[in-house]
């Protein structure tokens, strides 16, 4: 596709489930980029990935939060044992390779997560 | 630790040049300004970036003052499409490791018909 992609779209869960966000980054871009954005507030960082390895994990707020990416495309952000604080949409971006100058994140359309 | 200020909020009539200010003035010299938009329930869209040189391009203009303290983004022409969140972001090109962009609250465009 000529975008970034997210799936699914919407997605209510239970307390205490895990749930799995996925995230289908523009084709040829090695970086990507996770971002929480709760209701009426800004973005927050989470996780980058050059390639499939994290260089930039600091973003995650606890141990509940992990992410992976295979290769240079599909990556997946799992929250464990999930919390109604959890509740907000999650971003992804996708960027150009580490070349670009500077890079310009492109993002998806997100993922709200409601956690009841 | 967002290293912009903006209003939050502005409104602008249809039709008219829509100047959304931001301020940055501990900007590094070798940190860009980024701007990007927010419509509402989309992921953000990126509009325009610079570093010291005043900018345009099909969407907006950017005007970075001398001294690299402020910027302003100009929409010239408004319409109620471009009614959006508008997000200032200062951040280096190359940094290491370290591509996350840092996000304020941004300014909340309300573009009147």
């Known amino acids: 596709g000529a975008g970034v992609s997210q799936s699914p779209s919407n997605k209510v869960t239970e307390k205490g489930k895990d749930v799995e966000l996925r995230c289908d980054p523009i084709?040829?871009?090695?970086?990507l980029y996770w971002y929480r954005q709760r209701l009426g507030q800004g973005l927050e960082f989470l996780i980058y990935?050059?390639?499939?390895?994290?260089?930039?994990k600091s973003g995650l707020p606890s141990d509940r939060f992990s992410a992976e990416r295979t290769g240079e495309s599909v990556s997946t952000l799992t929250i464990q044992r999930t919390q109604q604080e959890d509740s907000a949409v999650y971003l992804c971006?996708?960027?150009?390779?580490?070349?670009?100058?500077?890079?310009?994140?492109?993002f998806g359309p997100g993922t709200r997560l409601t956690v009841l | 630790d967002a290293k912009t200020t903006q209003p939050p909020s502005m409104d602008c009539a249809e039709g008219r040049a829509a100047n959304l200010p931001c301020n940055h003035s501990?900007?590094?010299?070798?940190?860009?300004v980024y701007w990007y938009r927010q419509i509402h329930s989309q992921g953000p869209q990126y509009i325009i970036h610079?570093?010291?040189?005043?900018e345009t391009n099909e969407m907006a203009s950017l005007i970075i003052t001398e001294d690299r303290k402020s910027s302003t983004l100009i929409l010239p022409h408004a319409t109620l499409r471009d009614t959006a969140v508008y997000y200032c972001?200062?951040?280096?090109?190359?940094?290491?490791?370290?591509?996350?962009?840092?996000w304020g609250l941004g300014t909340s465009l309300a573009v009147n018909p």
């Open positions: 084709s040829g871009h090695t970086a």
């Open positions: 971006a996708s960027s150009q390779s580490v070349t670009d100058q500077p890079p310009t994140q492109f």
């Open positions: 610079g570093l010291k040189n005043n």
């Open positions: 501990t900007i590094s010299g070798n940190e860009y």
């Open positions: 990935f050059q390639g499939n390895s994290a260089p930039d």
């Open positions: 972001i200062v951040r280096v090109a190359y940094a290491g490791n370290n591509r996350k962009l840092i």
